[in-house]
Every structure is written in structure tokens, then in C-alpha cells.
């Protein structure tokens, strides 16, 4: 290891960088459900829109 | 189970065939070798399907597709700018299909490769087992959904969405068209990345965190340089697939056959062209062989990038902990 | 064309689904059984794992282009469910394998030692043991490879699709509706785009939930599974 910084600085550099991590896989988990979201929800109000009974 | 072990599997196995057949040596030897032999090659038949259907597309793509050159230069057909097909006389220069796909195809590896390896990363270090299965769950069904699904949804809520926010001409571009074709891309860079990571010894990780380094530093410095390989590979594949995608790149890339001179513009990707267009050409015509022709410079980029992949991931495996 | 449900369409998919399944499982099986069980390393089996792993990576597109030459055209099947589910059925082959690949190797060598013990052939062991081990595994695998086929559209759009068909097919040799394609054609290049809007959205979710709904039955199976497994 080259020691770069304090401890303090370590974990800072972590935190950040796990951060972002979580953030990208949420992401991808976000994007799956608001397209499973947005065409269950279009598919069924548009339709009814058209075909009331 | 581990892969050592599975093959340890196989070769005991194969041993104890062995043995068997010799112990069983008072029953006619032909016999045997007729009921061992036979079903081996009807499923050595059964597993060359794959490479008969290989030389079947290498074949029927060259047999329709060549045609082309025939009547027009391969040099104005690779390097000419113009393409209209239906005019009189028509040009086939398929530069701009060219570059169409490989703008599309750059620009969404840009998104998809910090998304895709990030989850991967995500799932290999930081997810716990619980929440692990959802996400792969997850991902595993954004490969699923269907490709033409997700061209709708950039026809009808990213295109609309840019053209407002951005107040550019048509909503129908590079840009749009990446952002659906990264969504496709992620999961095969997410699934391949994810097995890379964690096929790294973990007596390396251990002997880093021995050490005293933080999981950041294990991953950045142990963890992601051991999986660096398969890394690329992943990548590679997610590119191969993003330029193979049709239908994304039908309903959202804007079809306009021209160079691009912004992210901005639309294009026309060369499997755009090919769907658009097969309908409409003339059965033997100079159009259908071009079209053809398309197929074959489609089918050798993709060959190209998955044969790179499979060279890199058998060149540089991780053969355990002791290559290191 | 804003009248008539899409039942039509709705069958075609299926047909073309079964179809491609029909070539694509004994086929896929097959292949992997040689790889997991009969293949030793040496050249034949890399360059039939070659095959495989470049067959996976061909785009749907140039699939579609090979059905049309070779089975549309040259095996003179046109426009049709045969031609269609042929395309389909190669295409998804390298899941397929892949999926039975992996489970077979998770049965473990011991069940296949001590049915060599008995004196049972190899081709007995991998009938009789191996293959009903490994079946559930085989099938929620590949039941991910056949989601994919019920979603595509480019390969069946010179191979078996029509818009637009009055009837119900009832040959191998027709040519049907698919969800797939009906999304695009509507989408796209239909007469009135913006009044089949809801149309489209009723098509897409009808799709999504079909191929949604087989992906997350074979995943949870699959959960179950590996929980239960006793070996």
C-alpha cells in the first residue's frame, strides 16, 4: 500500500466511490421498473380511453 | 460448484467408462462399442448443428450478397457517401450505414459500460445476499424485454422528451437511440463482468485486507485489475450486441441515410436499413443483393468484436490464485 | 385501423414460440449433453464451442436474412410459420445450450459413478440419470431462451410475418400475425399512427406481460430450486 492520505481520507474516498456504485445499479434497477411501470399503467388507461365498456 | 471441480467430474467419469467396459469384456466387445458409439456421435451431430447453421449464414449472406459487386465497385459500395437505392439510376454507397452504426454503437457503449459494470461491481462487493437476487433478478429481465418494447418507448417518451428539452429538430437521433441501445447492452455487460469479478481468488482479497487496505482499495486495486480481462470481454460483447440490434435502431435513430455531423443528427444504422428496406426490394434485384451485402458487413463486424472477446477471455483466464 | 382485437396476432406468437421451442430443445439438449458428457478437450470441441458462442453473437437481423435465403427462397417454405420458427429456433440454440450445459454439469459425478457401477452403459446412465436430474434445470433455462423468441421481430419479418391476415392460420405453411411485428407496423408505418396510439400501448403490454410473465415464472422456479437441491 502507498499510504496515500489519512485514514480519515480513506474512508472519505470510499464512501464516495460505493456511493456512485450504488448509484449506478440502482439506476439500472430504477430504469427496469419505470418501463414495467409506465407501459402497465399506459397500456391499461389508454386502452380504456378507447374501449369504455 | 466450482469449475475444478466440475471438470474433476468429467474425468473421473470418463475413467470409470473405462473401467466399465473392460470388466464387461466377456459380452461381445462389438456390442458394446456399437451401444457406446452410436449415441456419441448422434450428439457429436447434435452439437455441429451450431457450426452447419455458422457456414449456412456465411454461405447464403455471400451467395446473395456478393452479387452486388458485380454491378457496382466495392470501393464506391464501402466508401460511397450516397445511398438511394430506389433511384434511377440508384447509388449504393454505404459509408453513412457505416458510420451510423458505429456512432450509435460508441455512444451507448459510453452510458452502458459505467451502468453495467457498476452494477456488476455493486453486486460482487457491496450487495448483500438478499437484495443480490433481486438485482440479478432484475437484470436478467431487462435482457428479457423485447426489443421491439424498447424501441417504442424511445419512439414515444425519449424522442418526445429530448425534442422538447433540448429543442433540437427531430427527437429521433444518436442520442436517443444510445440511451435505449445502452439499456439493452447492460445486462450482457452486467452478467459477464459479474462472473469475471468473481472468478478472482479470493486469497487475494484476503491478503489485501491482511494488509490493512479498505474494500475500496481492495476493489479498485486487487479486485478490479484481476477481473480487467473479463471486463473487456463483457464490454465487447454489450458493443457486438448494441451494433446488431435492430429494431431499437429502426423505430428511434431517425433513419436519415447521411453522415452525421452532430449527436444530434439522425442516422440510419446498417440493420435499420436492412429491416426498413427488405420489404420494398425487388426479389434478385441489385437492391436485395445490397441489402445482402449489408448483412455480410453486419455479420463480420459482430464476428470480428466476438472473436476479439473470446480471444481475450481465453487468453488472459485466471487460472487460480498461484498465476498471480 | 383501429377495429378487430389482436387474438390473431396473439396465436401466431404462440405458434411461432412452439415452433421454435420444437427445434430448438432437442436440439440444444443434444448438443449439450455431447459437450458435458461426451466431449473430450482437443480441437473438435473448440471449434464446436466456436460455433456456439459466434452463433450466439450473430445479430436478429442477419438471422433474418438467412431464413429468408435459405428457407423462404431456397427451400422454397415462403413467407410461413416453418420458415419463421426455423429462424427463431437457431437463433435461440446457443441459450438453449448453454442453459442445459449448465445443468448437467451440476449433477454430480457420483450419481453418473454409481450407475456405471451397476453395469448400465453410458448412453443408459445419461438417459436414465442424468437427463431426469437435470431436466428442471434444462427447462427453466431455456424457457428464458424461448421469452426471447416469443419477443423478437427482425428475424421473422422476412420470414413470417404479415400485417394484416383475415384468417386464423392453419398450416405450418402459413404466414401469421405476431405481437412483435404488429407493435412496429402500427407504430411505425401504419395508416394512423396517432389514432392507434392506444392500440399500441394495449399491444405492448399484452407482450410485456407475456414475456415478463414466462422470464419471472422460470426465475422464481429456478430460486425454489436451488434452495431445495438435496445433492
Request: proline share 5%; charged share 10%; hydrophobic share 50%.
Amino acid at each position: 500500500m502507498t499510504g496515500a492520505g489519512s485514514r480519515r481520507y480513506r474512508m472519505m474516498t470510499e464512501r464516495v466511490a460505493f456511493g456512485v456504485i450504488r448509484l449506478l445499479a440502482g439506476l439500472v434497477v430504477i430504469t427496469l421498473g419505470s418501463i414495467v411501470l409506465f407501459f402497465a399503467l399506459s397500456g391499461c388507461e389508454r386502452h380504456q380511453l378507447v374501449f369504455p365498456d | 460448484m466450482t469449475p475444478a471441480m466440475s471438470e474433476g467430474d468429467v474425468q473421473m467419469s470418463s475413467l470409470s467408462a473405462g473401467g466399465n467396459q473392460d470388466s464387461n469384456s466377456t459380452t461381445s466387445v462389438v456390442e458394446l462399442k456399437v451401444q457406446e458409439g452410436l449415441p456419441k456421435y448422434f450428439f457429436l451431430a447434435a452439437a455441429s448443428t451450431s457450426l452447419l447453421v455458422m457456414a449456412l449464414i456465411m454461405i447464403f449472406l455471400f451467395r446473395e450478397g456478393l452479387a452486388i459487386f458485380g454491378k457496382v465497385n466495392p470501393v464506391s459500395f464501402f466508401f460511397g457517401k450516397a445511398w438511394y437505392p430506389t433511384y434511377d439510376p440508384p447509388e449504393f454507397g454505404i459509408l453513412a450505414l457505416i458510420v451510423g452504426s458505429v456512432s450509435v454503437t460508441l455512444f451507448s457503449s459510453l452510458v452502458a459500460i459505467p451502468l453495467g459494470v457498476g452494477t456488476a461491481l455493486y453486486l460482487s462487493v457491496l450487495a448483500g445476499p438478499t437484495v443480490r437476487e433481486y438485482v440479478k433478478a432484475a437484470v436478467e429481465l431487462l435482457a428479457s424485454l423485447p426489443s421491439v418494447v424498447l424501441g417504442f418507448l424511445g419512439m414515444v417518451v425519449i424522442a418526445p422528451a429530448m425534442q422538447q428539452i433540448l429543442d433540437v429538430p427531430t427527437g429521433l437521433n444518436i442520442v436517443s437511440a444510445s440511451i435505449v441501445l445502452a439499456i439493452m447492452a447492460i445486462p450482457t455487460i452486467t452478467s459477464i463482468s459479474e462472473d469475471a469479478l468473481y472468478a478472482v481468488p479470493r486469497d487475494n482479497l484476503e491478503a489485501s485486507y491482511a494488509l490493512g487496505a479498505t474494500r475500496w482499495e481492495t476493489m479498485s486495486r486487487i479486485l478490479v485489475p484481476g477481473a480487467l480481462s473479463g471486463i473487456g470481454t463483457a464490454v465487447i460483447l454489450g458493443m457486438s450486441r448494441a451494433m446488431g440490434e435492430t429494431m431499437v435502431v429502426l423505430m428511434v435513430a431517425g433513419g436519415a441515410a447521411q453522415i452525421p455531423s452532430s449527436l444530434f443528427d439522425s442516422v440510419r444504422p446498417m440493420p435499420a436499413s436492412i429491416a426498413a428496406e427488405m420489404g420494398e426490394a425487388p426479389f434478385g434485384g441489385e437492391h436485395y443483393h445490397a441489402l445482402f451485402a449489408i448483412g455480410i458487413v453486419l455479420f463480420l463486424m459482430t464476428l470480428i468484436f466476438n472473436l476479439v472477446a473470446t480471444y481475450i477471455s481465453n487468453r488472459f483466464q485466471q487460472k487460480g490464485a498461484s498465476t498471480l | 385501423m383501429t377495429k378487430g382485437g389482436i387474438f390473431p396476432a396473439i396465436i401466431g406468437t404462440f405458434y411461432l414460440t412452439i415452433g421454435s421451442s420444437l427445434i430448438a430443445l432437442p436440439l440444444g439438449v443434444a448438443s449439450a449433453i455431447y459437450l458435458s458428457e461426451y466431449a473430450r478437450e482437443g480441437w473438435l470441441l473448440r471449434l464446436i464451442r466456436l460455433g456456439i458462442q459466434n452463433l450466439a453473437g450473430v445479430p436478429s437481423v442477419v438471422f433474418g436474412l438467412y431464413g429468408l435465403a435459405l428457407f423462404v427462397v431456397f427451400l422454397g417454405f415462403g413467407v410461413s410459420i416453418l420458415a419463421g420458427s426455423l429462424t427463431l429456433g437457431f437463433l435461440i440454440l446457443p441459450t438453449v445450450i448453454g442453459a442445459s450445459e449448465e445443468a448437467f454439469r451440476q449433477v454430480p459425478s457420483t450419481f453418473r459413478e454409481a450407475s456405471l457401477a451397476l453395469g448400465a452403459t453410458k448412453f443408459q446412465t445419461i438417459c436414465r440419470v442424468v437427463l431426469p436430474s437435470a431436466m428442471p434445470g434444462v427447462l427453466t433455462g431455456s424457457i428464458l431462451g424461448i421469452g426471447r423468441a416469443a419477443g423478437e421481430t427482425a428475424p421473422i419479418m422476412f420470414t413470417a410475418a404479415t400485417f394484416y391476415t383475415k384468417h386464423l392460420p392453419t398450416s405450418p405453411l402459413d404466414q401469421v400475425m405476431a405481437l412483435p411485428y404488429h407493435i412496429y407496423v402500427l407504430a411505425t408505418s401504419g395508416t394512423h399512427i396517432d389514432q392507434t396510439r392506444p392500440l399500441q400501448y394495449g399491444t405492448v403490454l399484452v407482450l410485456i406481460s407475456l414475456v415478463l410473465g414466462i422470464n419471472i415464472f422460470a426465475i422464481i422456479i429456478r430460486t425454489r430450486m436451488r434452495r431445495k437441491k438435496t445433492w
